[in-house]
Protein backbone atom coordinates (compact mmCIF):
# COMPACT_ATOMS: atom_id res chain seq x y z
CA UNK A 1 0.00 0.00 0.00
CA UNK A 2 2.61 2.66 0.83
CA UNK A 3 4.44 1.74 -2.55
CA UNK A 4 1.62 2.58 -4.42
CA UNK A 5 1.12 5.55 -2.25
CA UNK A 6 4.95 6.47 -3.05
CA UNK A 7 4.48 5.91 -7.07
CA UNK A 8 1.43 7.83 -6.99
CA UNK A 9 2.88 10.80 -4.98
CA UNK A 10 6.16 10.71 -7.14
CA UNK A 11 4.26 10.51 -10.43
CA UNK A 12 2.60 13.59 -9.71
CA UNK A 13 5.95 15.42 -8.81
CA UNK A 14 7.24 14.00 -11.94
CA UNK A 15 4.07 15.95 -14.36
CA UNK A 16 4.90 18.56 -12.30
CA UNK A 17 8.30 19.24 -12.41
CA UNK A 18 8.16 17.82 -16.38
CA UNK A 19 5.80 21.08 -17.68
CA UNK A 20 7.86 23.77 -15.43
CA UNK A 21 11.11 22.49 -17.20
CA UNK A 22 9.22 22.34 -20.50
CA UNK A 23 8.44 25.77 -19.91
CA UNK A 24 11.71 27.51 -18.67
CA UNK A 25 13.12 25.57 -22.07
CA UNK A 26 10.52 27.61 -24.35
CA UNK A 27 10.97 30.78 -22.36
CA UNK A 28 15.30 30.57 -21.99
CA UNK A 29 16.10 29.21 -25.19
CA UNK A 30 15.72 32.70 -27.09
CA UNK A 31 17.99 34.09 -24.52
CA UNK A 32 20.84 31.67 -24.37
CA UNK A 33 20.92 31.47 -28.48
CA UNK A 34 21.28 35.68 -28.16
CA UNK A 35 24.11 34.85 -25.43
CA UNK A 36 25.88 32.31 -27.90
CA UNK A 37 25.29 34.66 -30.68
CA UNK A 38 27.17 37.89 -28.81
CA UNK A 39 30.06 35.49 -26.92
CA UNK A 40 30.43 33.25 -30.12
CA UNK A 41 30.16 35.87 -33.01
CA UNK A 42 28.12 33.16 -34.63
CA UNK A 43 25.03 35.02 -36.63
CA UNK A 44 22.24 32.58 -35.50
CA UNK A 45 18.75 33.24 -37.39
CA UNK A 46 15.93 32.24 -34.86
CA UNK A 47 13.10 34.07 -34.36
CA UNK A 48 13.85 35.65 -30.87
CA UNK A 49 10.47 37.48 -30.65
CA UNK A 50 6.99 36.37 -32.32
CA UNK A 51 6.74 36.46 -36.53
CA UNK A 52 5.06 39.10 -38.27
CA UNK A 53 1.32 37.70 -38.74
CA UNK A 54 1.47 36.87 -42.75
CA UNK A 55 -1.97 37.57 -44.69
CA UNK A 56 -1.00 35.12 -47.55
CA UNK A 57 -2.70 32.05 -47.17
CA UNK A 58 0.51 29.81 -48.48
CA UNK A 59 2.48 31.94 -45.81
CA UNK A 60 -0.18 30.82 -43.40
CA UNK A 61 0.77 27.65 -44.77
CA UNK A 62 4.61 27.54 -43.89
CA UNK A 63 3.27 28.77 -40.25
CA UNK A 64 0.92 25.99 -39.96
CA UNK A 65 3.40 23.59 -40.43
CA UNK A 66 6.37 25.48 -38.24
CA UNK A 67 4.02 25.59 -35.58
CA UNK A 68 2.51 21.77 -35.24
CA UNK A 69 6.70 20.97 -35.74
CA UNK A 70 7.11 22.80 -32.33
CA UNK A 71 3.80 21.32 -30.82
CA UNK A 72 5.33 17.59 -32.13
CA UNK A 73 8.56 18.36 -31.06
CA UNK A 74 7.48 19.90 -27.36
CA UNK A 75 5.32 16.59 -26.94
CA UNK A 76 8.35 14.09 -27.99
CA UNK A 77 10.22 15.99 -24.95
CA UNK A 78 7.67 16.29 -22.62
CA UNK A 79 7.42 11.99 -22.64
CA UNK A 80 10.45 11.41 -23.09
CA UNK A 81 11.40 13.59 -20.11
CA UNK A 82 8.94 11.87 -17.86
CA UNK A 83 10.27 8.46 -18.80
CA UNK A 84 13.41 9.75 -17.34
CA UNK A 85 11.80 10.91 -13.96
CA UNK A 86 9.58 7.62 -14.16
CA UNK A 87 12.50 5.47 -14.74
CA UNK A 88 14.51 7.69 -11.63
CA UNK A 89 11.50 7.45 -9.88
CA UNK A 90 11.19 3.79 -9.68
CA UNK A 91 14.67 2.96 -9.16
CA UNK A 92 14.71 5.34 -6.04
CA UNK A 93 11.47 3.28 -4.73
CA UNK A 94 13.88 -0.03 -5.23
CA UNK A 95 16.78 2.05 -3.54
CA UNK A 96 14.17 2.93 -0.64
CA UNK A 97 13.01 -0.87 -0.16
CA UNK A 98 16.85 -1.78 -0.09
CA UNK A 99 17.27 0.37 2.66
CA UNK A 100 14.56 -0.90 4.65
CA UNK A 101 15.78 -4.45 4.10
CA UNK A 102 19.42 -3.52 5.57
CA UNK A 103 17.69 -1.30 8.42
CA UNK A 104 15.53 -4.29 9.63
CA UNK A 105 18.70 -6.73 9.14
CA UNK A 106 20.98 -4.26 11.55
CA UNK A 107 17.67 -3.79 13.54
CA UNK A 108 17.66 -7.51 14.38
CA UNK A 109 21.38 -7.39 15.42
CA UNK A 110 20.77 -4.70 17.46
CA UNK A 111 17.94 -6.19 19.60
CA UNK A 112 19.77 -9.31 20.25
CA UNK A 113 22.70 -7.14 21.62
CA UNK A 114 20.14 -5.75 23.55
CA UNK A 115 18.37 -8.90 24.45
CA UNK A 116 21.41 -10.21 25.91
CA UNK A 117 22.67 -7.13 27.87
CA UNK A 118 19.20 -7.20 29.55
CA UNK A 119 19.07 -10.67 29.82
CA UNK A 120 22.44 -10.09 31.74
CA UNK A 121 20.53 -7.15 33.71
CA UNK A 122 18.02 -8.91 34.91
CA UNK A 123 19.88 -11.09 37.75
CA UNK A 124 20.22 -10.15 40.85
CA UNK A 125 23.21 -12.21 42.10
CA UNK A 126 26.24 -9.93 41.01
CA UNK A 127 28.67 -13.38 40.06
CA UNK A 128 25.79 -14.25 38.47
CA UNK A 129 25.70 -11.16 36.26
CA UNK A 130 29.38 -10.85 35.56
CA UNK A 131 29.07 -14.43 34.39
CA UNK A 132 26.41 -13.71 32.28
CA UNK A 133 28.32 -10.71 30.43
CA UNK A 134 31.47 -12.86 30.23
CA UNK A 135 29.60 -15.68 28.50
CA UNK A 136 27.78 -13.40 26.51
CA UNK A 137 30.59 -11.03 25.78
CA UNK A 138 32.00 -12.85 22.96
CA UNK A 139 28.61 -13.61 20.89
CA UNK A 140 28.04 -9.17 21.66
CA UNK A 141 31.24 -8.47 20.26
CA UNK A 142 30.39 -10.56 16.87
CA UNK A 143 26.78 -8.98 17.10
CA UNK A 144 28.96 -5.48 17.20
CA UNK A 145 31.31 -6.21 14.42
CA UNK A 146 28.26 -7.53 12.20
CA UNK A 147 26.40 -4.65 13.01
CA UNK A 148 28.80 -2.45 12.14
CA UNK A 149 29.88 -4.16 8.83
CA UNK A 150 26.58 -4.24 7.46
CA UNK A 151 26.09 -0.86 8.36
CA UNK A 152 29.15 0.43 6.38
CA UNK A 153 28.37 -1.56 3.64
CA UNK A 154 24.86 -0.66 2.68
CA UNK A 155 25.72 3.12 3.27
CA UNK A 156 28.74 2.76 0.33
CA UNK A 157 26.52 0.98 -1.72
CA UNK A 158 23.35 2.95 -1.21
CA UNK A 159 25.16 5.96 -1.49
CA UNK A 160 27.03 5.18 -4.57
CA UNK A 161 23.62 3.18 -6.27
CA UNK A 162 21.95 6.60 -5.82
CA UNK A 163 24.74 8.74 -7.64
CA UNK A 164 24.29 6.30 -10.75
CA UNK A 165 20.62 6.86 -10.32
CA UNK A 166 21.01 10.70 -10.68
CA UNK A 167 23.74 10.12 -12.97
CA UNK A 168 21.47 8.33 -15.34
CA UNK A 169 18.76 11.12 -14.82
CA UNK A 170 21.07 13.92 -15.84
CA UNK A 171 22.26 12.09 -19.10
CA UNK A 172 18.33 11.16 -20.00
CA UNK A 173 17.22 14.44 -19.72
CA UNK A 174 19.91 15.81 -21.39
CA UNK A 175 19.34 14.14 -24.49
CA UNK A 176 16.32 14.58 -24.53
CA UNK A 177 16.66 18.59 -24.07
CA UNK A 178 19.17 18.14 -27.45
CA UNK A 179 16.52 16.18 -29.39
CA UNK A 180 14.43 18.90 -28.74
CA UNK A 181 16.62 21.80 -29.73
CA UNK A 182 17.41 20.12 -32.95
CA UNK A 183 13.83 19.59 -34.14
CA UNK A 184 13.25 23.28 -33.14
CA UNK A 185 16.37 24.36 -35.10
CA UNK A 186 15.17 22.19 -38.14
CA UNK A 187 11.41 23.53 -37.84
CA UNK A 188 12.96 27.18 -38.12
CA UNK A 189 14.86 26.36 -40.95
CA UNK A 190 12.24 25.22 -42.83
CA UNK A 191 10.26 27.59 -42.07
CA UNK A 192 12.49 30.25 -43.44
CA UNK A 193 13.27 28.13 -46.62
CA UNK A 194 9.39 27.86 -46.95
CA UNK A 195 9.63 32.08 -46.88
CA UNK A 196 12.58 32.18 -49.40
CA UNK A 197 11.31 29.73 -51.52
CA UNK A 198 7.42 31.61 -51.72
CA UNK A 199 9.72 35.47 -52.17
CA UNK A 200 11.43 33.54 -55.12
CA UNK A 201 7.91 32.11 -56.71
CA UNK A 202 6.13 35.70 -56.11
CA UNK A 203 8.91 38.18 -57.31
CA UNK A 204 8.02 38.80 -60.67
CA UNK A 205 10.36 38.06 -63.42
Keep these: MCAVQVRSQLS ?21 LQRVDVACGIEIDWPLVAPTAWPDATIDECHDDYLLASVNASSVFALSY ?3 ELTANETKIDLDINEQVERAQIEMGR ?9 CSALDDDLEYLACIRDSGSRNLQL ?8 TSAHTRL ?3 YNVAQQTMVLCTLEAQVVYVNSMREAH ?14 TPN
Design 12 to 32: WETKCRRWQLLLSVLILLPLA
Design 189 to 202: EELQQCRIELAEHQ
Design 111 to 119: NALCGNMEL
Design 159 to 161: RED
Design 82 to 84: ELC
Design 144 to 151: ITEINHNA
